[in-house]
């Protein structure tokens, strides 16, 4: 199982990125989907999930009208855009494969908010 993050970095308050992660190894459209972020000294938090087949989305209360979680089954792809960016939003952001009691985690990638 690999995945392959990208499209985080630093961007100013009020910015935008688009997070991509490009899974390989395992039955893509058979798992949800979710994007977890943790900064430093929290706990880890869950952004956004996603159905196997895309047709439900669930966002936590702090992202819910700035993050929309979207997927690409044919390209095996999960992806994350954030708008209206705050500095509250830097965190390393791992996306994460669950089916049953199957799951996988990818490495992260580094979102920084600053001006």
């Known amino acids: 199982v690999q995945f392959v993050e990208s499209g985080g970095g630093l961007v100013q308050p009020g910015g935008s990125l688009r997070l991509s992660c490009a899974a390989s190894g395992f039955t893509f459209s058979s798992y949800a989907m979710r994007w977890y972020r943790q900064a430093p000294g929290k706990e880890r938090e869950l952004v956004a999930g996603i159905s196997s087949f895309g047709y439900s989305a669930n966002y936590a209360d702090s992202v819910k009208g700035r993050f929309t979680i979207s997927r690409d089954n044919a390209k095996n792809t999960v992806y994350l855009q954030m708008n209206s960016l705050k500095p509250e939003d830097t965190a390393v952001y791992v996306c994460?494969?669950?089916?049953?009691?199957?799951?996988?985690w990818g490495q992260g990638t580094q979102v920084t908010v600053s001006s």
């Open positions: 994460n494969a669950k089916r049953d009691s199957s799951e996988y």
